[in-house]
């Protein structure tokens, strides 16, 4: 993951806590982080 895509996903996660609390900036990280392992193992293909 870049730097950009890193910082850009903290700022996600902490948007998320402050608006909608911990537990779901934590499933939008899960989520996320979910689905870029599935793109770079090729189990899903981006557009």
Do not use: H, P
């Amino acid at each position: 993951m870049t730097l950009k895509a890193r910082i850009d996903l903290r700022e996600i996660v902490d948007y998320t806590e402050q608006k909608w609390g911990e537990n779901q900036a934590e499933k939008y990280f899960d989520q996320i982080m979910g689905k870029c392992r599935d793109l770079a193992t090729g189990i899903v293909s981006g557009r």
